[in-house]
Structure formats: C-alpha cells, structure tokens
C-alpha cells in the first residue's frame, strides 16, 4: 500500500494513542471534551499527527471511531481500546490456536485507528476539505464504532453514520446489513431538521452533499438512519447490547486480515 502524503489519511494504533494522549498531558493539555480539546489544540497551534509523528502511519485507518464532541476525549480513548479489544476477542473465538498474548498484541499494535482530533488540523479547518476526506477514510474502514449516547442528534456524526453505511441506502428495509456499532441510546435521529453542530454553516455543506452525492440523496439517507435508531433503541431493551449481524460478521472477518497482518 503506497503511503499517503496527506494527513487526514493517516492512522495510529490505540498504542499510539495513548502516547499521544501522553504527550498532550505533558504540555499541560487538561482531561477535557473533545471539542474544549480542539480549541486548544487550536490556540497552542498543535496539530497531533504533525507534532507526534512517530505515532502514526501513513496509511488508511482500519477502524473509525464517530462520537460527539461534548464527549471527554481520554474517554474516547478508553473505549477505542475497549473497541480494539473486542475486536481481538472475537478472533479468539473463532481462532482458539491464537494464544491471550498475541490476541492483547492485536488489540494494542495492530489496529489502525481515525479519530478527528488527531488528524484535523484546527488551526486550518476547512469544511470542504474535510467532508472530501470523509468518504474515502470510511468506505475504506472495515470497522466503525459510535461512541455515548448523543451522536445521533448531531449532523455531523449522522453524515459519518451514513457514509459507511451507504449500502443500505438501496436496501429494502427487512434486507439492511447495517454494519457500525451503535452504542445503546434513546436519544435517537428525528430528522436532519433536527440535528445540531456546533458550527452553523456545517450543516448547510453537508446536506449539499447528501443531496448530490448520497444514494437517493436525503431519503436514501433517512433509510439508512432509520435502521440505526432501530439498533440503538433495541440495545437500551436487551440485557446486553445488540450488535447488528453484519458488524459481528464484518469485524470477525477484518480482526483475522490485522493478525494475519502483523
């Protein structure tokens, strides 16, 4: 795979996260939301996939973490690697030759992983630029995690919802194999009117695009949603969280190409 000079399509490993995190800490940088992180990283001038290089590749992330922003960034973190964990847990399942130390191996070094703060420079936001960048990091990603129980309201970690989940947009609704996990919520997507940004003239960009580019534009987009509020509503009713088959099945199948990779 040739490197990308771009990095935006960068990814780090949940290792490489923490140590990020760590380095954040040593400058001063406080356990704060992700979005307080962001206007930090802005006034300090600190862009992570630049200033902590080591820490990263230059290749296209495995998994994409969506959450949202009020949500502390050390607790994104944490369930990133309760993600990547999963991950390896479920290759031990269908691979009991693979012994505990390999599997913890394959859930620390050998995911690559996007998150936002890490690879969007604040300083440089630009809102074409990164919803250019969005497509091609998640129809590449075999994984996708949504994090806490707010991002179904909002515009943007709807757009991601979607994007990796386009699939479905041509599905008929008994036939959808939705493929992200959703955490459990009841806070659920009413409706593009309804969501929320943070910056106002982001919502207007992204329904421009949903409008052109998504399947069936926006009622494309609603039956892809549509199916995501029925999996995290039905993960607040079970006595564990529901995982749609196809999730299950995919990231099965992507844990054994990262072992088999490292």
Wanted: aromatic share 12%; net charge negative.
């Amino acid at each position: 795979m040739e490197p990308n000079e771009d990095r935006r399509l960068w990814s780090t490993t949940p290792r490489g996260l923490s140590l990020v995190l760590s380095e954040l800490f040593r400058l001063g940088v406080p356990s704060v939301s992700a979005r307080s992180l962001q206007k930090i990283l802005k006034e300090q001038k600190i862009y992570p996939v630049r200033d902590f290089e080591d820490y990263f590749e230059p290749i296209l992330p495995d998994a994409f973490i969506t959450y949202h922003s009020a949500q502390n960034y050390v607790e994104v973190q944490e369930i990133a690697w309760q993600a990547t964990t999963f991950a390896s847990e479920l290759l031990g399942e269908r691979r009991p030759d693979i012994d505990r130390i390999a599997l913890e191996d394959l859930a620390s070094d050998g995911v690559r992983l996007w998150i936002d703060f890490l690879f969007i420079d604040q300083r440089a936001r630009d809102i074409r630029q990164e919803l250019n960048v969005l497509p091609k990091l998640l129809q590449g990603a075999q994984a996708h995690f949504v994090l806490g129980d707010q991002p179904l309201s909002r515009a943007w970690c709807c757009y991601e919802i979607a994007l990796f989940n386009q699939q479905c947009a041509e599905a008929e609704m008994s036939k959808l194999e939705l493929r992200s996990f959703i955490a459990p919520t009841r806070t659920i997507y009413f409706g593009w009117d309804t969501t929320d940004v943070t910056e106002a003239q982001d919502k207007e960009f992204i329904a421009e695009q949903i409008e052109q580019w998504f399947p069936h534009g926006f009622d494309g987009f609603n039956h892809v949603m549509n199916q995501v509020n029925a999996t995290a509503v039905l993960s607040t009713t079970e006595t564990a969280p529901h995982y749609p088959p196809a999730a299950l099945s995919t990231l099965t199948t992507a844990a054994a190409q990262w072992f088999d990779r490292m």
